[in-house]
């Protein structure tokens, strides 16, 4: 079955940086965007970043433009988050999600890797 | 503040039905058919329930079905279940620079 594990969370201190990862299994990778959706402890859902299926184009939230870069590789069905300058407030929990072909539904998510920015 | 705007919380009686409402601008669910709606429930990843205004992903119950008017995206669900209980985020794109945006969150309570 269709399936995104996010690996690479954990703590870290303002400033420093982290680099998480998605692997996917059971579709066709090379077909589908990937997005990057995360969490805060005891809030909603926010939209931080998405990669076209060929990984040409890239799109961010503001709050992450110019210290997040999202990247994949389709020869091994990965995507990663290259987050830099971490700030507290990007302490959450980070889903990856398949793009639900052309809609913008995102239908496949992953578990979760939580990132806690703290001294 | 998000960028689309859903009420805090519904509630309903089992087998009754419930709307929840999704605001947004003629930048993002006013110019758009591309909104989607998510359940969550606590600890657990979100699921897609609703895509593009009024499709339903297949797995997912017809009594979920989502709608819109203007620039206001609704999710109504009939016959309400105690499994329908969990929070509801809605999303749709926008033209404002960023690609996609979320609503708030709604929390059922099926009472």
């Known amino acids: 079955q269709m399936q995104l594990v996010e690996s690479g969370g954990g703590v870290v201190q303002p400033g420093r940086s982290l680099r998480l990862s998605c692997a996917a299994s059971?579709?066709?990778?090379?077909?589908?965007?990937i997005h990057w959706v995360r969490q805060a402890p005891g809030k909603g859902l926010e939209w931080v970043a998405v990669?076209?299926?060929?990984?040409?184009?890239?799109y961010y939230a503001d709050s992450v433009k110019g210290h997040f870069t999202i990247s994949r590789d389709n020869s091994k069905n990965t995507v990663d988050l290259q987050m830099s300058s971490l700030r507290v407030e990007d302490t959450a929990v980070y889903y990856c999600?398949?793009?639900?072909?052309?809609?913008?539904?995102?239908?496949?998510w992953g578990q979760g890797t939580t990132v806690t920015v703290s001294s | 503040q998000s960028a689309l705007t859903q009420p805090a919380s519904v509630s309903g009686s089992p087998g009754q039905s419930i709307t929840i409402s999704c605001t947004g601008t003629?930048?993002?669910?006013?110019?758009?058919?591309?909104v989607s709606w998510y359940q969550q429930h606590p600890g657990r990843a979100p699921k897609l329930m609703i895509y593009?205004?009024?499709d339903r992903p297949s797995g997912v119950s017809n009594r979920f079905s989502g709608s819109k008017s203007g620039n206001t995206a609704s999710l109504t669900i009939s016959g309400l279940q105690a499994e329908d209980e969990g929070d509801y985020y809605c999303?749709?794109?926008?033209?404002?620079?960023?690609?996609?945006?979320f609503g708030g969150g709604t929390k059922l309570t099926v009472l």
């Open positions: 999600a398949k793009k639900n072909g052309p809609t913008g539904g995102m239908d496949v």
């Open positions: 059971g579709f066709t990778f090379s077909s589908y965007g």
């Open positions: 990669i076209s299926k060929d990984g040409n184009s890239q």
């Open positions: 003629s930048s993002d669910v006013g110019r758009y058919k591309y």
């Open positions: 593009d205004v009024s």
């Open positions: 999303s749709s794109y926008t033209n404002t620079g960023t690609l996609v945006v």
